[in-house]
């Protein structure tokens, strides 16, 4: 099984603040990389796929990168709507797997 | 839109067989280009994969989760089950469906989950 890494597995924020969180797999993935927001009660969202392309209706101070092993997701400037958490995928082999989740909070 | 709806009982006992439904709206289940998934959240822990199945009825299972874990699609009824069998307190989880597009293998439709406790 691919392991995923993230980190941090935490974080506080201000609102405006430029934050990456980081995705470590544990062997190449390529870019089969995607990436989630969770919130309590609410459906799951897919912000991006495949390392960098954006889900639609997502914001664009999102964004994403990497290859191979190493990933990161950035949010430009934080919003409130934004804290949450976080977490990536890999979809390069089965079993599907991943990373533990970033939570971010207010500051 | 696609939508997606998770339905069933939110307390099992020890042993029982947990069984969940997904219902979708909105579009076919008999879709190309698309895999139907679970997965679930045990109490504040992170994501975990239980399978996944196309709409031919070829699937894909955690191996952890292998020997006790069905996945099946009704096209008659559009919508997907999940049955858990000798089901334990570590199968408390919020369970999740959720549309994945073949390729990426991301996940871009989520039902909002059920919670199931297992508990006497």
């Known amino acids: 099984d691919i392991q995923m890494t993230q980190s941090p597995s935490s974080l506080s924020a201000s609102v405006g603040d430029r934050i990456t969180i980081t995705c470590r797999a544990s062997q190449s993935i390529s870019t089969y990389l995607n990436w989630y927001q969770l919130k309590p009660g609410k459906a799951p969202q897919l912000l991006i796929y495949e390392t960098s392309s954006l889900q639609s209706d997502v914001p664009s101070r999102f964004s994403g990168s990497g290859s191979g092993t190493d990933f990161t997701l950035t949010i430009s400037s934080l919003q409130p709507e934004d804290f949450a958490t976080y977490y990536c995928q890999q979809g390069f082999s089965s079993p599907l797997t991943f990373g533990g989740g970033t939570k971010v909070e207010i500051k | 839109q696609v939508q997606l709806q998770e339905s069933g009982p939110g307390l099992v006992k020890p042993s029982q067989t947990l069984s969940l439904t997904c219902t979708v709206s909105?579009?076919?289940?008999?879709?190309?280009?698309?895999?139907w998934t679970w997965i679930r959240q045990h109490p504040g822990k992170g994501l975990e994969w239980i399978g996944y199945?196309?709409?031919?009825?070829?699937?894909y299972y955690s191996p952890s989760l292998k020997s006790r874990v069905t996945i099946s699609v009704d096209t008659s009824k559009n919508h997907l089950s999940l049955k858990l069998s000798s089901v334990t307190a570590a199968d408390t989880a919020v369970y999740y469906c959720?549309?994945?597009?073949?390729?990426?293998?991301?996940?871009?439709?989520w039902g909002q989950g059920t919670t199931v406790t297992v508990s006497s």
């Open positions: 959720a549309r994945g597009i073949r390729g990426h293998y991301g996940m871009d439709v």
């Open positions: 199945i196309y709409y031919s009825g070829s699937t």
């Open positions: 909105g579009g076919s289940i008999s879709s190309g280009g698309y895999f």
